[in-house]
Nanobody, 123 residues
């Protein structure tokens, strides 16, 4: 079973920045496609960003394009989400996900999920 652990969430004022991190416990040779999703209170979980196993392909939700950047770390199957120019509507629990398929924005394309980290943006 692959475990994902997110970190880096917190409280920030509008216009500020946060960087989320995600690391996996997987000890196989598989390099996963990694993604970030978020769920605001009372809403469904939405796609935020994803990056291919090689790092050569990325995908972003329209709502975060130009503000968020997803990247892979030097350690295998680590991923970061740099969030700039944060808005109150970015407030949500952010989840890291890993999958063996191509970069995608559907939940069913990911096989493993973290427990989530809270991001709160105050106005």
């Amino acid at each position: 079973q692959v475990q994902l652990v997110e970190s880096g969430g917190g409280l920030v004022q509008a216009g500020g920045s946060l960087r989320l991190s995600c690391a996996t416990s997987d000890r196989t040779d598989i390099t996963y496609t990694m993604g970030w999703f978020r769920q605001a209170p009372g809403k469904e979980r939405d796609f935020v960003a994803a990056i291919s196993w090689s790092g050569g392909s990325t995908l972003y939700a329209d709502s975060v394009k130009g503000r968020f950047t997803i990247s892979r770390g030097n350690a295998k199957n680590t991923v970061y989400l740099q969030m700039n120019s944060l808005k109150p509507e970015d407030t949500a629990v952010y989840y890291c996900a890993a999958g063996v398929g191509v970069v995608g924005q559907l939940e069913e394309e990911y096989d493993y999920w973290g427990q989530g980290t809270q991001v709160t943006v105050s106005s």
